[in-house]
């Protein structure tokens, strides 16, 4: 029961939990956009002002593709707001945090000749014993 209790407080697992109750408000706010802003306005151009009414029919099939013309806004609105407040910034600052690594310089190892690093004072391929150079 103890182990379960530390899972559960976790860190990583209680951000993920308000990450996604956040995420879920999220959508619902930006769906909630798309259908009372964003389409009636594209819909007066098109003299349509209600995306979600529109359907065609076959067979007595109906295809709603105006529902899904909504849906579609919505997840490029939200697609587009990650990417440009989390992704990109995330990058941003990780690449100005991360620094690449010079290598080691190296050096060959008496006994076998291998390449090892210039401070190493046994080879890792022999163990042969070497004095390491500055």
Known sequence: MSGFKKFLLRGNLIDLAVAF????????VV???VA????PIIGALGKQPNFSQLYFSINSS?????DFLNNLIAFVIIAAAVYFVIVAPVSKMMDRVS???APSPMRECPE???AIPAAASR?????AASTPTA
């Open 36 to 39: 009372d802003l964003v389409t």
């Open 21 to 28: 109750v956040i995420g879920a408000a999220f959508g619902k």
């Open 62 to 66: 109906k295809f709603a593709y105006g």
């Open 112 to 114: 076998c000749l291998s």
């Open 123 to 127: 080879c890792m391929y022999c163990t």
């Open 31 to 33: 769906t909630a956009l």
């Open 99 to 101: 620094t690449p690594e």
